[in-house]
């Protein structure tokens, strides 16, 4: 519903198992939301207004608060900018605009964002800054989607403790996700994975589901290279 920004109190919102296409633009003024779930729909993408944005230049840092945003705004989404301005924590001391208007700064979008539910969707691609505006995720659920890759910005996600991406089309995972050294699971089963990266920096580790791809391992046979399919259970 379109007075969903109203809640502002809200910690989780579960909206899982319905027929939804689109998730509504109005879920970003939801900033003390902890829990999204929005599995078990028809989702093709998420709204371009979350994603919009752009890290300050004089703040190298991405767990800055304040991002600019140099998105044109339109008609549908300028009321929610407007909101979303007004309801920021320093909008009165710290929220600048330039002469013409396109560049504003605003609070970070879904500060405190820990469990993020997109499984069973129909989602193709994740959207540039997903990794940068959820980059306080501690469980992420992709399964079930129609990817075919992950961002190589996923190292962003240092507080990962869960990734689940099984049920995909995805044909390599990047190597950047060695980076998340807190990931205790990762479930990337039923997938198009011939090889993986080398994990062996994910300390943590303590849970892999890999079965149900196309694994290939190599044996040196003098001057050549011998492919062979491994099957996992």
């Known amino acids: 519903p379109g007075t969903i920004g109203c809640l ?3 910690n989780v919102l579960e909206v899982h198992d319905n027929k939804l296409i689109e998730v509504p633009d109005e879920i970003i003024l939801l900033k003390k939301l902890s829990t999204l779930a929005l599995q078990k729909n028809q989702i093709t993408k998420l709204p371009d207004l979350w994603f919009n944005w752009l890290p300050d230049k004089n703040n190298n840092n991405d ?3 304040f991002y600019s945003s140099s998105d044109s705004r339109n008609s ?3 009321d929610i900018y407007s909101l979303y301005n ?4 320093s909008s009165n001391s710290n929220n600048n605009s330039s002469s013409n208007g396109s560049n504003v700064k605003f609070a970070k979008p879904f500060p405190h964002l820990r ?3 997109l499984d069973d969707n129909l989602l193709t691609k994740l959207p540039v800054n997903f990794c940068r505006i959820f980059n306080g995720l501690q469980y992420l659920s992709l399964s079930s989607n129609n990817l075919t890759s992950l961002p190589d910005e996923i190292w962003k996600l240092q ?3 869960t990734l689940e991406v099984g049920c995909n089309e995805l044909e390599y995972l990047p190597d950047s996700i060695t980076k998340l050294k807190k990931l205790t699971k990762l479930c990337c089963n039923n997938n198009k994975l011939r090889f993986l990266p080398n994990l062996s920096n994910l300390v943590n580790l303590n849970t892999l589901y890999i079965s149900y791809n196309p694994f290939e ?3 040196n046979q003098g001057n050549s290279v011998i492919r062979r399919k ?3 259970p």
């Open 217 to 219: 391992w190599c044996v």
């Open 63 to 65: 767990n800055s608060l």
């Open 86 to 89: 007004n309801n920021s924590n």
């Open 115 to 117: 469990d993020l539910y």
């Open 159 to 161: 507080f990962l403790y």
């Open 230 to 232: 491994l099957r996992l």
């Open 76 to 78: 549908s989404s300028s």
């Open 8 to 10: 502002t109190k809200l």
